[in-house]
């Protein structure tokens, strides 16, 4: 076989191994249950108050086919390299669905200072599970994983 020929092959193993890590960095972080997707989206930089504190907004996309009613949990993180994530809280949100549609659901926070001295950035991101109720009554159980919204850095 030919040097060319053994690179074409070598280069072809590679790019189908990472075509999977291509389109799976690619995918959305949402999750359908029940009848209903939950979307948690990138957090953003909603104001800055009278003495300069950053509230960051954290909103969720949600969509549900009708008769049925949704609770989700959303909680608020800083990702950090070296450690665990610092957690700030979290939110419980419940939405009905007389027929099918989007809503979309959102909490406001001050920007924490949370990496010391002399990291002057925050990344942060949040979480979301939730459970469905049917009009007749039944639920459909909580969502086995938690989907996180992609991280968004922020300036102190």
């Known amino acids: 076989m030919s040097f060319s020929r053994k690179a074409a092959l070598a280069l ?9 890590l291509a389109v799976a960095g690619s995918a ?4 359908t249950r029940g009848g209903c997707t939950v979307t948690p989206l990138t957090p953003t930089l909603d104001h800055t108050d009278s003495s300069g504190q950053k509230w960051i907004k954290y909103e969720n996309k949600v ?5 049925r009613s949704i609770e989700i949990v959303d909680e608020r993180l800083e990702y950090d390299a070296l450690n665990y994530d610092d957690y700030y809280g979290s939110h419980t949100y419940n939405v009905s669905f007389d027929t099918a549609g989007t809503q979309y659901v959102s909490v406001l926070q001050v920007l924490p200072d949370a990496d010391g001295l002399f990291d002057k950035n925050e ?7 939730f459970q469905v109720t049917y009009d007749n009554g039944s639920v459909s ?8 919204s992609p991280r968004a850095t922020f300036h102190l």
């Not at 072809?12 to 999977?20: D, E, Q, S």
């Not at 959305?28 to 999750?31: F, N, R």
């Not at 969509?63 to 008769?67: A, F, V």
């Open 12 to 20: 072809t193993g590679i790019v189908a191994m990472a075509l999977p």
């Open 141 to 148: 159980g909580w969502t086995p994983d938690w989907d996180a």
């Open 63 to 67: 969509y549900c086919d009708g008769g």
């Open 123 to 129: 990344e942060m991101y949040h979480q979301v599970g």
């Open 28 to 31: 959305s972080a949402a999750t």
